[in-house]
Nanobody
Framework: HVQLVESGGGVVQPGGSLRLSCAASGLTYSSYCMGWFRQAPGKEREAVAA???????RYVDSVKGRFTISLDNAKNTLYLQMNSLKSEDTAMYYCAATRLYFGTCSWFHGEYDFWGRGTQVTVS
């Protein structure tokens, strides 16, 4: 049974920083993707960043240079360090995971099997 639990959201002023954490349990695949998605009210859920079991990382263009995704395998925890936050970063942020069969991590949320409940980030 895979469980993902996010934490670290909050309210921050523009230009500020937050670090999100996602504690994972039960994820036993040797090849996998883990990622951060976000969804603002009235908008589609979008991918923010993803990392696979080989350490390959990708970011959506709007967060490149500001956000950093990392995975601590010893702690089974995924992180998202968010710097220089903007009002447009305001959203519910979700941690997601899936088995990776081939290629690189998908940008499509429908291809992720496991989800956390989300943590709210408000930049205001």
């Amino acid at each position: 049974h895979v469980q993902l639990v996010e934490s670290g959201g909050g309210v921050v002023q523009p230009g500020g920083s937050l670090r999100l954490s996602c504690a994972a349990s039960g994820l036993t695949y040797s090849s996998y993707c883990m990622g951060w998605f976000r969804q603002a009210p009235g908008k589609e859920r979008e991918a923010v960043a993803a990392v696979d079991s080989l350490g390959r990382i990708r970011y959506v263009d709007s967060v490149k240079g500001r956000f950093t995704i990392s995975l601590d395998n010893a702690k089974n925890t995924l992180y998202l360090q968010m710097n220089s936050l903007k009002s447009e970063d305001t959203a519910m942020y979700y941690c997601a995971a899936t088995r990776l069969y081939f290629g690189t991590c998908s940008w499509f949320h429908g291809e992720y099997d496991f989800w956390g409940r989300g943590t709210q980030v408000t930049v205001s």
